[in-house]
């Protein structure tokens, strides 16, 4: 250790504290490469350690001596966070749950929902058409620009004129498609709406179907907890094998790799890593668990399924809806258990297949991806669309049995047939319902983001300025607020979705098996029939309410 600016007691035994710490003298020095001043130290545990005196003047210099260092952005925002963590839970969850329930009593305002739906419609007609003017607008002018007297730079040549005014009329023709549609499915559309509004009723009837999907959270959570333990010990089971990257993609090896040079220049270097190798019996494990989570997962969607759209058929097919309460919700729960747990069961089965067929799939393609055998490479893609594409049909599929087992109370099998068939006869009507449900679906999500982060930040920004909350910007916690937002939106409007799908079959059953003396719908639903005529009964099945 080099001499010391003080004495045995860590004294400085210059004329002045600044003498010992001045920078630019001999105790203390800039020296190369050191993060901070070379200063004095004593020996304490056989380790180098400031003196007292070194580490106040430290101090001091940091609090008064240095510029102060402004507080990153990261800082304020985790600080932001922190401190409205409460702001943050309560109104992610809570506000948007009040503010979902709110955007479903608006639906049942007279007006309200027309204009809503048809202002989309309108939209999404007004956007094509404007896009298609604008395309064929914008080409023309490139056309004039290329004329000899036009005293313009001609930019573009013809074929991209062409090639623009093609684009222009794809969505005049996409424009027109779509009117043609909605004149084709007015009706249909106004059978939707009443359908919406009813579903808003029954959602409003049974406040806690809300509750379920975090039921199903919770379940979820807990399979995963122990699935999460088999798989890591059956990863542990591998035999270790060290391997490793070169820099140079072209050394395979560590010994290839020592000669050879980096895209820089520079000479290439092994990167070492230690992986895994799984005999034949350990793989079968691994995709057998694999099966079991794609089982599991689609189990708990299904009777998830199962229960909300019991909860709306009895809701529906109840005289007096008034009896209709939040208890409903718990009887349909235990009923779904007791009666339905195998249809849910064989019904997530057939997408767990089909999930594993894809993941199999996916194994070849990064196979063959690795092979560079290109044919088998499209050959794969081209499968793999076909099951995304099956994949998806069947979940509608198994959506719409679920609901005719929620009302018939029939088996998987039976259902799925009776569910077929109903989409085959009311085609017109299930596309106008998709249509409307998702321009609903969207925008309550919308609404309630919006709404829910305004009066987050109107509450956190009175808070404030009131000194109650101490915070750098509302911003970062209202961000965060708006996406928990979302995702609670997103929950509940899955809800609503089920809700609409369950209500349009309950109507279509209602339809085709009562008089109308007998029938079940209330004023608005019963009224379409009236003004479009009942069709005719369906054939008898083994179907009792």
């Known amino acids: 250790m080099e001499d010391s600016a003080y004495d045995q007691d860590s004294t400085c035994t210059g004329p002045s504290d600044t003498d010992c710490f001045n920078p630019a003298g001999s105790y203390i020095n800039k020296g190369k490469g050191y993060g901070f001043y070379v200063m004095d130290t004593t020996p304490f545990m056989n380790r180098c350690s400031l003196t007292m ?45 009040v503010v979902s329930f709110v955007y479903t009593y608006l639906l049942r305002i007279p007006g309200v929902l027309f204009i809503l739906i048809w202002g989309c419609i309108g939209s999404v007609f007004a956007m094509l058409f404007g896009m298609g003017g604008y395309a ?19 930019v573009h040549d013809a074929s ?60 979820f959570v807990i399979f995963m907890v122990v699935w999460m333990v088999y798989a890591v010990y059956l990863a542990s089971l591998g035999e270790p094998k060290m391997t490793g990257i070169c820099t140079n993609l072209l050394g395979l090896t560590e010994d290839m790799c020592t000669p050879l040079v980096d895209n820089m220049g520079d000479a290439a270097i092994w990167i070492p ?54 208890a409903t919700v718990f009887s349909s729960i235990k009923d779904s258990f007791y009666y339905h747990t195998g249809t849910a069961a064989f019904g997530s089965l057939l997408i767990a297949i089909i999930k594993m067929i894809r993941a199999a799939i996916a194994y070849a393609q990064k196979k063959a991806k690795q092979s560079g055998n290109k044919v088998a490479q499209a050959v794969l893609c081209a499968i793999q669309c076909y099951m995304w594409c099956m994949e998806k049909c069947m979940k509608f599929l198994n959506k719409n049995a679920y609901i ?41 999500k919308v609404f309630i983001c919006v709404i ?20 750098n910007s509302p911003i970062g916690p209202v961000v965060m607020i708006m996406i928990l937002s979302w995702f609670t939106a997103s929950m509940f409007m899955n809800i609503f979705g089920m809700a609409i799908s369950t209500i349009l079959q309950c109507f279509i059953a209602d339809e085709e098996m009562f008089d109308p003396q007998t029938r079940f719908a209330e004023a608005e639903l019963a009224s379409f029939i009236d003004a479009n005529g009942a069709p005719p009964k369906a054939e008898k099945e083994d179907n009792t309410l």
């Open 160 to 219: 991209e004129s062409d090639a623009l005014l093609y684009v222009g009329y794809f969505f005049f023709g996409l424009a027109a498609f779509w009117f043609l549609l909605i004149c084709f499915l007015r009706k249909r559309i106004q059978l939707a709406l009443a359908i919406v509004k009813e579903a808003a009723k029954a959602i409003q009837s049974m406040t806690l179907i809300i509750v379920f999907p975090v039921m199903q959270c919770a379940g």
């Open 273 to 326: 890593y230690q992986e895994f190798e799984y005999n034949d019996e350990q793989t079968k494990m691994g995709w057998y668990l694999l099966f079991c989570y794609f089982w599991s997962s689609q189990f708990i969607i299904a009777v998830g399924q199962i229960v909300i759209a019991m909860c709306v058929a009895k809701w529906y097919f109840c005289r007096d809806k008034s009896t209709i309460s939040s």
């Open 404 to 444: 005719q087992t929620a009302i018939f109370g029939t088996h998987f099998c039976a259902s799925a047939k009776n569910a077929f068939f109903l989409i085959l006869r009311n085609i017109g009507r299930i596309g106008a319902c998709t249509i409307v449900s998702e321009f609903v679906i969207i925008i309550g």
């Open 136 to 154: 064929y607008n914008e080409q023309q002018l490139w056309r004039d620009a290329c004329e000899p007297d036009s005293g313009k730079a001609c």
């Open 452 to 471: 829910t982060g305004g009066v987050s930040y109107m509450g956190m920004g009175s808070q404030a300025e009131a000194g109650d909350l101490d915070l």
């Open 53 to 97: 005196n070194a580490t106040a003047y430290l101090e001091n210099m940091a609090n008064t001596g240095a510029p102060p260092t402004d507080e990153g952005f990261l800082s304020k925002l985790y600080g932001d966070l922190w401190t409205g963590m409460t702001w943050i839970l309560g109104a992610g969850f809570c506000i948007a749950m």
